[in-house]
């Protein structure tokens, strides 16, 4: 079972003790947790150790929240960390050795999770440099073919079903290192990798003007768009492919 090499493999990384049977699970900002044992949300201790309870953002502004997000989406990630298409050592550690199934299972635990979020951090941005963040994301910058942020991440950037993630409560910072990671080609999706365009038509300024603006705006409830009510103004394939092929 994919059950079980998850759990080997994570208690051979991080010690017996997180995956231990036990229904007491602590997340890292300390608040206790108590879920059945041997259930998802006691396998997935490891994983809340850095994103937070129940997936809701770690405490260093950095680790980003997972709770909620569209499972296709997460799924998407998730292969694309364990295949190399997106770096971070720590998690690929965790995730080599892990099913698509399994894989998707966890997504699926994390997508139904919605605890509350944090309160965002305040910027340092000027105020022409938030106005200019607004323009971008709402309506783009047609000079560089830009197109709005909104077009596609949804009309309340709370994200679309079923593969593209809410732009709300994401740190500037994570945001901002996300568009440098498509820049320099370490991070990808499935082709045609509509972010990577779109990462390589704004300037560095643009780029932390609307990290800036998206980390201000209260998210609510954040949850995802069924729909668009246009089609996509870039063709993306993980939205298109949604989780199948890579
Ligand atoms: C050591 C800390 C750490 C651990 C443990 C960890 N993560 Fe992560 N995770 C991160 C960081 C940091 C990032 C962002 C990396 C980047 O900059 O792209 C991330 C990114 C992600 C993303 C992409 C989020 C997005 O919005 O695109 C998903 C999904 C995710 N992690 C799931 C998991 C799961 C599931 C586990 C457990 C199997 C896990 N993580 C374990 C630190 C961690
Ligand atoms: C043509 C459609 C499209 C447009 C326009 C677009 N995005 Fe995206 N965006 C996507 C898709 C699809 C993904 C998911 C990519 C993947 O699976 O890795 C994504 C992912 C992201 C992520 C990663 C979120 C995370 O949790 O890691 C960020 C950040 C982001 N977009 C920011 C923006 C910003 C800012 C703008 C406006 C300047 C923008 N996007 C415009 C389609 C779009």
Sequence with gaps: MPRLSFRSFAAAALGASLFCASSLTAAADGEPQVYPPDSMGARLAACTACHGAQGKAGPDGYYPRIAGKPADYLYNQLRHFRDGRRQYPPMQGLLENLSDDYLKSIAGWFADQHPPYEASARSRASAAALERGKTLAMTGDPSRKVPAC??????????????????????????????????????????????????????????????????????????????????LPLECGSQATTGGAS
Excluded at 176 to 185: E, L, M, Y
Excluded at 207 to 214: C, D
């Design 150 to 231: 909104a077009a596609c991440h949804g009309s309340a950037l709370t994200g679309v079903l079923p593969a593209i993630p809410g732009l709300l409560g994401v740190p500037h910072d994570y945001i901002s290192s996300q568009f440098g990671a498509w820049t320099n080609g370490l991070r990808k999706a499935s082709a045609p990798d509509c972010m990577a365009d779109i990462a390589r038509r704004m300037t560095p300024d643009d780029i932390s003007a609307v990290a800036a603006w998206l980390s201000q705006q209260p998210p609510g409830e954040g949850l995802p768009a069924a729909s668009l009510p246009a089609p």
